[in-house]
């Protein structure tokens, strides 16, 4: 066997071993994300009284997901991805443990700081589907990326229906019913970074720069002027970054806003929390098709279905009535493999055209874009549901979803 016949076998190993380890963080870490999804409207409104303010915490999430997003991959760039993971999933694990503490001392103020805090998990498990393609070929590298989006099914199907045991646990320890899922959301957490933190190695960045001999000098000035040359000039590498933020946003706004359109129509916790793991699962069950039909069919094909397959979700939510029905199962399901769509190809795209001196720049400061998108319509959401209804949100949102679609029209050309 040659000396580079033999580089590329102990390469795949290590890619090969990478996804297995980011498959296991991504299960236990998805339970600390979704766990609290089902509940986290409620809990604001209640802390808040005004079901105006419902939306807030969603909001703040996301914009802990927009800042620890860039900041992680600065970490990262510099550090390895088995320190930025580690990080992120020790900052949700306390952003979770305020939550908690906020439904005690009944404090707004509290739950938001929490909530920008947990915000720190979603951008760690967006920064692992992206650690899945660092040493994957071109040719493979969407489904890659794909196996490790899937790996978040596991726990975030299992997160939204522990909403009654979370319930059962807060009793038990006597702190509010609501906060309970956050309690069991942070020890999640610390489980996921202990794991990371073991068993991330070597670290595939780092790995990956070194295979090209990436030096400090092509690291060196701000991570956004990286950023900006990256982009400039690379239509399809701006619209793959659009349509990513775009069905972020699309998802976000619904779906925060689903509990409350079901408790009004006298929706049980159980299945409201049924119906957001039923959203879930379309989110990343089927990841791993998708990210076959993007190797074989492009990505730009299938970010455009995305688009697609979103605007028929929000007709059907539009059209849901308030409490349990088939359009809103069928349509927050539709909702979720849209996003799926959407994310894996423009996510493949992102990381396809970047440069590796470069790619946890763009990659992060992609990251930020879609977080601080979905904030901006998550922040709007609660005003439209309450000055015009749910429909109307849904009818606000088809909009983000018809841009999805004229961005991976202009991929293609």
Same mark, same amino acid.
């Given at each position: ?41 409620? =809990? ?30 600065? !970490?990262?760039?510099?550090?390895? #991805? ?35 805090? =947990? ?71 610390? @489980? ?8 991330? #190695? ?25 950023? @900006? ?21 699309? !998802? ?43 190797? #074989? ?13 979103? @605007? ?22 539709? =909702? ?62 088809? =909009? ?14």
């Amino acid at each position: 066997m040659t000396t580079s016949t033999s580089a590329t076998h102990d390469m795949a190993q290590v890619q090969a071993r990478t996804i297995r380890v980011l498959v296991v963080s991504q299960a236990i870490g998805a339970v600390g994300i979704t766990i609290g999804v089902a509940t986290a409207s409620l =809990l604001a409104r209640d802390i808040s009284g005004s079901e105006t303010q419902a939306g807030l915490a969603q909001t703040f999430q996301v914009l802990g997901t927009a800042a620890f997003a860039w900041l992680l991959a600065r !970490m990262m760039g510099r550090r390895g #991805r088995r320190l930025g993971l580690v990080t992120g999933y020790l900052a949700g694990a306390a952003g979770a443990a305020l939550a908690v503490l906020a439904g005690v001392i009944d404090s707004m103020t509290v739950l938001l700081i929490g909530a920008v805090l =947990l915000g720190a998990t979603s951008a760690t498990n967006s920064g692992s589907r992206y650690a899945a393609t660092d040493l994957a070929p071109e040719a493979s590298r969407a489904r890659a990326l794909s196996v490790v989006v899937w790996a978040t099914t596991i726990g975030a199907v299992a997160g939204p229906n522990l909403t009654g045991v979370g319930a059962a646990a807060a009793r038990a320890l006597g702190i509010p019913e609501l906060t309970g899922g956050f309690a069991i959301g942070a020890v999640t957490l610390l @489980l996921a970074a202990l794991w990371v933190s073991v068993m991330l #190695r070597p670290d595939p960045l780092l790995l990956a720069q070194q295979s090209v001999q990436v030096t400090v000098e092509a690291r060196s000035g701000r991570s956004w002027d990286r950023f @900006l040359d990256a982009v400039r000039g690379a239509p399809t590498l701006v619209a793959a970054i659009a349509g990513m933020a775009c069905a972020h946003a699309a !998802m976000i706004a619904v779906m925060i806003m689903t509990p409350l359109h079901m408790e009004h129509g006298g929706a049980h916790l159980e299945v409201i929390g049924f119906v957001i793991s039923i959203h879930v699962l379309g989110m990343f069950a089927f990841s791993p098709f998708v990210g076959v039909a993007a190797d #074989r069919w492009g990505r730009s094909a299938v970010l455009t279905a995305g688009g697609l397959i979103i @605007l028929l979700a929000l007709l059907l939510c539009g059209l849901a009535p308030a409490g349990s029905s088939w359009q809103i199962f069928v349509g927050l399901f539709l =909702l979720g493999l849209g996003w799926s769509f959407a994310t894996v190809a423009a996510s493949t795209l992102i990381s396809d055209l970047t440069p590796i001196e470069a790619r946890t720049d763009v990659q992060g400061t992609s990251d930020m874009i879609m977080a601080l998108t979905a904030a901006g319509g998550g922040a709007l959401a609660g005003v439209i549901v309450g000055w015009a209804g749910y429909p109307m949100l849904a009818a606000f949102a088809a =909009l983000l979803g018809a841009a999805v679609v004229a961005t991976g029209l202009v991929a293609r050309k």
